[in-house]
């Protein structure tokens, strides 16, 4: 089928629920118990299961039979085709295998035989389609608006299967993605699977089966703990199918849809499932219990897009014709008919606080549509040939892809924020990773590539038709060998590094040590010279004084000393007639006149020695005044010498190490620039190294998941 049908038919993703189909619309047919079981059952099970001979007391002969069940129970469970023995026995899921001895039933009939119940195992074509009602118990009590409390909802190793159900000879259009609004997790639409990726690491998490044909439609819960899946086969049946995304338990089954579902959206309080198809039809299921709770009937052509608001207050719809409308959930009835498309509602994006909805279409517009009035806000022209998906990021921008293959971020004024790579072909789906770092998106053929918002750079490409975990396996025990030597490559440039490092970092300890050695000794020298200087200033002028006193004090002393020697040499002769005078008068006592003159000289004697004795007191002192004179010159003499003698030694060392401080300071600026690049190329190989081995780490994990999944299953044992 060329593009040219497929423009001509419509959008590509309304187009996938006829390319994958066994027939066309023509000739499409829905199996009846009447029609096409009961010659099945004669062919294959009468002689064991009919009106002769019922073994486990089960008869197949006639609908009213076989609905009374054998002796394990009911055989049919309508809608649930893996809850029903018939099929499950028949296809040998489930043991005892029928027929017990022989080949299992043709594919062809088995497919018959599971769309039968999966259309509510219908009589005949008059019969009422009843679909047996499952119990389950998904509502939440409360809602939370933003990232709930706790991590977030992501597989958890080994719950998920790593082997693919469905191998094709190469990818097919991407119809469905979608990504996890609080995780770092991608849901692609493969054929007959979901593929489930790492959107930070790129690996591959596991698949999620999906038996009831193309998948057009992928939404996670707006919790993010559940992903809806849902699609089927043209003009056959169509099934929405919700997902517990941390086991891959399958939670719900809903549909009883005679066409594949082209859109499906589960409400934010997990309440309702509402879904749209070629129908024309909107239908909204319990997830209580499976049941149609509505059913729209406003559009006038297929129904291409469904989403509930993040409140879950409204249900907007959109559909081939470029009809809009949004409802009230719980009520079904019309809140606004939007007007303005001219051309095929290829999707719908409700903003975070459910104020603002945008809607995609093949006239090339986005249009932004406000609440309170129904009014639009803005239009632009997106895409030229026709803009065929738009999301809402958390932070307010839209994402969009088209038929110009191009993917763009834009603002809510419809200037353009980002332009991505082109895709190979026309692109059909766009998701935003939770944290608003990614945009990805998918294209008519296979492609689907991941750009970073903050460059527009590729930063990852996801496989839609992944190999076999065989297959896996032996690219990831090549992976694994060439990062081991990548890792062993980092090891060793990361040892370089850092020996080369410590190489820069001892000559620039030696360059540094030098330098501070070179101005330590130059700054003790200078220092040395000053205060020497200071010293010798302050010694010279204190010898100068000690000086000058001294030869004041010299004449001085010698005076006093002559004096003293004078007084000295008349004391003596005095005393000496002293003495001849007395013994003269004592020997003429009678003589007046010479006691007389005796006595006198004796007077003049001891006035001479007391002038004697003060004179040599005065030479004495004077005598130390300059000697203590003369022992301070010394004492300063000596300072002044020796300060004299350090300066002239220190300014000879200032003058030897002047000359060496600009090479050493000149060469520490280079050894630091060395241990710069040296500290640098250790971080750059230390984080090279530690990439390499997170990688190898990853590699090694992914390796031994693999080789768990590449195990073959073990045999069970005969019932």
Known sequence: MNRMVCKFLGWAMALGSLAGQSRLLADAKNPTYDDDILPIVKQHCINCHGNDKQKGDLNLASYAAMNQGGSSGAVVKPGDPSGSRIYTLSAHLEEPKMPPSGNKMPDDKLAIIKLWIEQGARQNAASKVVVTPKNTDIGLKSLVRGRPEGPPPMPQPGQLKLDPPVRARRPGAILALAASPWAPLVAVGGQKQVILYHTETGELLGFLPFEHGQIHSLRFSRNAKLLLVAGGRGGQSGKAVLYKIETGEKVLEVGIENDAILAADISADQTLIAVGSPSKIVRVYSTADGSVVHEIKKHTDWVTAVEFSPDGVLLATGDRNGGVFVWEAFTGREFYALRGHTAMITDVSWRDDSNVLATASEDTTVRLWEMENGTQLKSWNAHPGGTASVRFTHDGKLATTGRDKITKLWDQNGAAQKTFEALPDLGLRVAVTHDNARVIAGDWSG?????????????????????????????????????????????????????????????????????????????????????????????????????????????????????????????????????????????????????????????????????????????????????????????HFKTYTEAMAQVAANQKKVAELMPMVKPATDAVAPAKAALDAATAEVATAKAALDAATAELAAAKATLEKLKIAAQPAPMLPAK
């Not at 460059?455 to 896996?472: C, G, I, L, Q, Y």
């Not at 330098?515 to 100068?544: C, F």
Request: glycine fraction near 0%; hydrophobic fraction near 50%; avoid cysteine.
């Open 447 to 635: 492609t689907v590539k991941a750009w970073a918002t903050a460059d527009a750079k590729v930063v990852a490409t996801f496989d839609a038709n992944p190999s076999s975990a065989a297959e896996r396996l032996k690219q990831a025990e090549a992976t694994f060998t060439a990062v081991q030597t990548k890792v062993n490559t980092a090891q060793a440039a990361y040892d370089a590094a850092v020996q080369k490092a410590k190489t820069a970092t001892d000559t620039h300890t030696a360059a540094v040590a030098n330098l501070n050695k070179i101005n330590a000794e130059l700054a003790a020298a200078q220092k040395i010279v000053t205060d020497a200087t200071a010293t010798a200033t302050a010694a010279k002028a204190q010898m100068d004084a000690a000086k000058a006193a001294a030869d004041q004090a010299a004449p001085l002393a010698k005076t006093a000393a002559d004096k003293a020697a004078a007084l000295e040499v008349l004391v003596n002769a005095e005393t000496a007639a002293a003495k001849a005078l007395a013994e003269a008068a004592a020997k003429t006592p009678e003589n007046a006149e010479l006691a007389a003159i005796s006595k006198k000289k004796a007077d003049t004697l001891t006035a001479l020695t007391s002038e004697l004795d003060k004179a040599k007191k005065s030479a004495t002192d004077a005598a130390a005044t300059l000697k203590a004179a003369q022992e301070q010159f010394a004492l």
